[in-house]
């Protein structure tokens, strides 16, 4: 059995709010996983993940599922900050114990997995990332002739996969950047964050999907130059994040449960 406890609100100026999913035998040793949504930043939701939070509940982790502010409505650094928000309310929180940080996991879907990268720098949390975007200023200075939009083959005409996804890559990133200037564009990178404490990362890509491959291969290279350890799994074919969750949750959460008894 499965507890859930819905919409506890960890920032109430925001009205913001995590679902929480216990395990069966919680005790003080229990890891905490936090799972970020993805959603391109300007859409997404907890309520629509009571499935995937069972099923680490499940897997021994009492899970939280958090919301934050989304664009445009919202714009950067409003999703990054939230997510820093809840991290700082869950250590302050009854549900952590005061040495806890050392506790606590991360998995974030695409977007959800470029704000877990920055937390993961910061805190140390051993973190998994489903095809999280990493590049923006330079994909937005190699692709100046793509039109943004959320659905390019209705509204522009586009029929090839790559050009769709390149269409809708364009739009996210500037829907949340809050325009296409680099400066902000540069800030979004997640060669911008701060690495210092960066612990265990596990980077998951298919290798024709949304996120270009290029630009986490060049991620990746920019860890090595600071002496961090990625591991890189790629994927066959065009899925991304949610699209192969189901199938690589198992891998995922085995990869957090190694990391566990090594800690």
């Known amino acids: 059995m499965v507890v859930i406890k819905k919409d506890i609100v960890f920032d109430p100026a925001h009205k913001l709010a995590t679902d929480i999913y216990y395990p069966n035998d919680t005790s003080s040793a229990t890891k905490i996983l936090i799972f970020w949504h993805g959603g391109g930043w300007f859409r997404g939701d907890k309520k629509g993940l009571k499935s995937l939070g069972v099923d680490m509940a499940n897997a021994g982790f009492m899970t939280f599922i958090p919301n934050y502010r989304l664009a445009p409505g919202d714009i950067f650094p409003a999703a990054h900050q939230d997510c820093e928000t809840f991290v700082k309310w869950l250590l302050a929180s009854e549900y952590t114990d005061p040495d806890d940080q050392a506790n606590i996991y991360q998995i974030g879907a ?16 051993p973190t998994i990332t ?23 083959k209705e509204e522009l005409g586009l029929e090839k996969r790559e050009d769709i996804a390149k269409a809708f890559y364009k739009y996210f990133v500037q829907t949340y950047a809050g325009s296409a200037d680099q400066k902000v564009l540069q800030k979004l990178d997640a060669t911008s964050y701060d690495y210092q404490n960066l612990g265990p990362l596990f980077m998951l890509n298919s290798v024709a999907e949304l996120t270009p491959l290029s ?16 591991q890189l799994l790629t994927l066959p074919g065009h899925g991304h994040a949610m699209d192969y969750s189901a199938e690589y949750l198992d891998e995922s959460l085995d990869y957090l449960r190694q990391i566990a008894k090594r800690r």
């Open 215 to 230: 630009g986490v291969l060049q991620f990746i290279s920019f860890l090595g130059e600071q002496n961090k350890s990625v």
């Open 130 to 152: 489903w095809s999280a975007p990493v590049d923006f200023s330079n994909w937005f200075k190699n692709h100046p002739e793509v039109v943004p939009s959320p659905q390019a």
């Open 110 to 125: 695409s977007c959800g997995g470029t704000m877990a990268l920055a937390l993961a720098g910061k805190y140390g949390f």
